[in-house]
């Protein structure tokens, strides 16, 4: 019978009936399903957070400052598959609060909103965080006369 209310979408819908990461989670009640939109908030804040944090002290040993950098590049990671997995649930409500959060998370942390120093016109500097796809094209720098 529960197998027969809780069927996988395959298109967005709107509802709070539906299935989140975990097997009858949030089910039917109202309350869980608001729970479960506010776990997929903050997840995808702590991303953003995760993104722009600066977790390694100058001076660090290398050794150290790679361990620390490899941990919270896992934590991003994983954290980001979670949100990209409750995204796949397919309801626009979760989809909305994933968008939300990363919004807010980059708004906080990454944007020059509440930066205390100001960029000098010198440094190197971008609106976003490269995306390492668009990155590796640009190092590919290949002559024009070579391109197709």
């Known amino acids: 019978q529960y197998l027969m209310m809780m069927m996988m979408h395959m298109t967005f819908f709107w509802g709070k009936n539906t299935e989140i990461l975990f097997s009858r989670w949030p089910g039917t009640r109202t309350g869980m399903y608001v729970l479960a939109l506010v776990f997929i908030f903050v997840l995808s804040l702590l991303v953003e957070w995760l993104s722009h944090c600066k977790l390694v002290k100058p001076g660090s040993k290398n050794l150290e400052a790679g361990v620390i950098q490899t941990f919270m590049h896992a934590i991003r990671v994983g954290l980001a598959y979670l ?3 409750a995204v796949m649930s397919f309801n626009v ?5 994933a968008i939300a959060g990363h919004g807010v998370g980059f708004f906080l942390f990454g944007s020059r909103a509440f930066k205390k120093t100001e960029t000098l016109p010198y440094e190197k500097h971008t609106d976003l965080p490269s995306l390492v796809f668009f990155s590796y094209i640009s190092s590919l720098r290949m002559p024009i006369n070579n391109r197709i």
């Open 93 to 97: 409500g979760v989809l909305l609060v």
């Open 83 to 85: 949100v990209m997995l």
